[in-house]
């Protein structure tokens, strides 16, 4: 049984930032159906960032009593063995923010991407935000450009395809990927999700609901049909939909 919860974005309690999406990942540990669940975190997409597994051990870990582990696949070196034991053996994969086209270059690279695939097939939960939330989805509403350039455009980046649709986080933030969907959607088959921060899509096999941590936060469906541009905002409801690609 496939399981996904994906982030449009929200602190977790960087210093000096409140904790921002608590609900949604109280839904995430609970899903596991374990108290204290293990959760590894990879945060290839911030460059290995230490202190981003400080954050994620102090919250996931202090917070709400997870058993955390993380993977450094750019500093450092595993066999192929440590990684599928490191990812499969896990209840909850946490996927942090970031550069998504680094991030899905080193797991293609490391053969990571089909050991999630694996995960996503034995049931392990696959959770994130922002860049953990596109991965899992065929494309991603991506500004990865703009991480050698400020200025460059957003960019529409590969996922892994467990969902076969378009993913955009923070569309409530940050008001440019508005325009940059509507345009990316001309391009792209199908729908859109489009995530506002402390919003969350929750997937279990094929169906869906959309999660959320603070009220005023919204998720939308997102396509062209005929010449002519929608956006669907996705009623909120406690039970599940079948998810239509």
């Not at 919860?5 to 540990?29: N, Q, Y």
């Not at 991965?135 to 892994?160: H, P, Q, T």
Request: hydrophobic fraction near 35%; charged fraction near 30%; proline fraction near 2%.
């Amino acid at each position: 049984m496939g399981k996904i919860i994906a982030i449009g974005g929200g602190e977790i309690g960087r210093p000096g930032t409140k904790v921002e999406t608590m609900s949604i990942d109280k839904e995430i540990i609970k899903l596991s159906g374990k108290n204290k669940p293990s959760l590894l975190f990879l945060p290839t997409a911030s460059n290995d960032s230490t202190s981003y597994y400080d954050v994620v051990k102090k919250h996931f870990g202090d917070r709400l009593g997870c058993k955390t582990n993380v993977l450094y696949l750019i500093k450092n070196k595993y066999t192929e063995k440590e990684l599928r034991d490191a990812i499969l053996k896990s209840d909850i994969i946490y996927i942090g923010g970031g550069n998504t086209l680094k991030m899905m270059k080193i797991w293609k690279k490391l053969g990571v991407d089909k050991i999630l695939y694996e995960a996503y097939e034995k049931g392990i939960i696959l959770s994130g935000l922002s860049a953990g939330a596109i991965c899992w989805f065929k494309y991603g509403n991506s500004d990865s450009m703009r991480f050698s350039n400020s200025k460059a455009e957003m960019i529409r980046v590969k996922g892994l395809n467990i969902i076969d649709m378009l993913l955009c986080p923070h569309y409530d933030l940050e008001k440019h990927r508005i325009l940059s969907l509507k345009n990316m959607m001309q391009k792209t088959r199908g729908k859109a999700i489009a995530l506002d921060n402390c919003s969350a899509i929750e997937i279990i096999d094929d169906k869906f609901r959309i999660i959320y941590s603070k009220k005023e936060a919204n998720a939308y469906f997102v396509y062209w049909n005929k010449s002519k541009y929608y956006k669907e905002l996705i009623p909120r409801s406690k039970t599940f939909s079948p998810l239509k690609f």
